[in-house]
């Protein structure tokens, strides 16, 4: 059973910074790609970060130039920095990940976890 929990949530000012990881545990053969969501009260989820097996990463217009998002495939791990934080970057960040399983004919399933709080105030 692939299990994937987060970490680094909290309470920060506007101008902090916070760094939220990703630890994916199961019997997965290989990463199709691991990210970050995040969904604020009202609001759909909508991706935030996402790097590939290969090391492509995008990110959402509001977080160029503040947020990285980082991988260590052999720990099969998934980090987002983020810095200079500002108050409409509050929300549960949750995180995402696409794994192929060798006994499934190579298909690849998505998974998430259960989020973290991320609060910043002005």
């Known amino acids: 059973q692939v299990q994937l929990v987060e970490s680094g949530g909290g309470l920060v000012r506007a101008g902090g910074s916070l760094r939220l990881s990703c630890a994916a545990s199961g019997s997965i053969d290989s990463i199709n790609a691991m990210g970050w969501y995040r969904q604020a009260p009202g609001k759909q989820r909508e991706l935030v970060a996402r790097?590939?097996?290969?090391?492509?990463?995008n990110y959402a217009d509001s977080v160029k130039d503040r947020f990285t998002i980082s991988s260590d495939n052999a720990k099969k791990m998934v980090h987002l920095q983020m810095n200079n934080l500002k108050p409409e970057d509050t929300g549960v960040y949750y995180c995402n990940g696409k794994f192929r399983f060798s006994n499934m004919g190579g298909a690849t399933f998505q998974y998430w976890g259960q989020g973290t709080q991320v609060t910043v105030s002005s």
């Open positions: 790097i590939t097996d290969g090391g492509s990463t």
